[in-house]
């Protein structure tokens, strides 16, 4: 009898099995050291953004044990550890010297739905525009032309004059010029009677040797 169901979609291997279990209990220990860094990474900018120089003092080592503890655990890299360091402390000397500190909030659009639909058209047609290179074969002039009478839209031909005030020129006309080859005389086609008639050819059969 099978271990698991038809429609299980996790793990069946015991290998699998095992990851999945070392997963939890490293997730159970990791989640809530990291959690905690955050919290208390965040606790020491707003004490600081108020100004209390020894809630400061007391915070910010907080802060930087709890990091120290993420990392030594692997809920998160040193590096990241270290990062985050730097940029507490330089973010606290700045509140503590009066220059605003910047959040790391995800920046907001500015523009409307609108403005984006109407962007999204003008590149759409720049990007045709820039493609549009199948109207130099007589393919594509035909399929302009088919693409515009659906549309409506005046077929426009180059035959056509435009539309000024003054009258197109006339078309001059060339006139062709027949040539005639001179015919040579049948004497000269047909050339001397001894070369009009073919010679006889000989031809000479070997004989076998004896």
């Known amino acids: 009898m099978a271990h698991s169901a038809r429609n299980w979609k996790g793990a069946r291997t015991p290998q699998a099995i095992k990851r999945d279990r070392q ?7 990791n989640q809530p050291r990291e ?12 004490v600081a953004m108020a100004g ?12 930087e044990a709890a990091l120290d503890r993420a990392a030594k655990s692997g809920a998160i890299h040193p590096n990241a550890a270290a990062r985050r360091k730097s940029r507490l402390v330089r973010k606290v000397n700045a509140v503590l010297a009066g220059v605003a500190v910047v959040g790391t909030a995800h920046a907001t659009k500015t523009t409307g739905r609108a403005a984006a639909a109407k962007a ?15 109207e130099q074969t ?4 035909a399929r302009a032309a ?6 409506g839209e005046p077929a426009t031909t180059p035959a056509e004059p435009a539309a000024t005030g003054t009258s197109a020129a006339p078309a001059t006309t060339r006139k062709r010029t027949t040539r005639t080859r001179a015919t040579k005389p049948a004497s000269d086609q047909a050339g001397t009677p ?9 031809r000479t059969r070997k004989q076998p040797e004896a």
Request: cysteine-free; charged content about 30%; aromatic content about 0%.
């Open 52 to 63: 209390d120089a020894e809630a400061v003092a007391t915070a910010i080592p907080a802060a």
């Open 194 to 202: 001894e070369q009009a008639t073919p010679k006889p050819r000989t």
């Open 23 to 29: 997963a939890e209990r490293r997730h159970a220990v």
């Open 138 to 141: 007589a393919v594509g002039k």
């Open 35 to 46: 959690s905690a860094a955050r919290t208390l990474v965040a606790k020491a900018l707003r």
């Open 146 to 151: 088919v693409q515009r009478a659906t549309r």
């Open 120 to 134: 999204a058209k003008a590149r759409v047609a720049a990007s045709r525009a820039s493609k549009a290179k199948g």
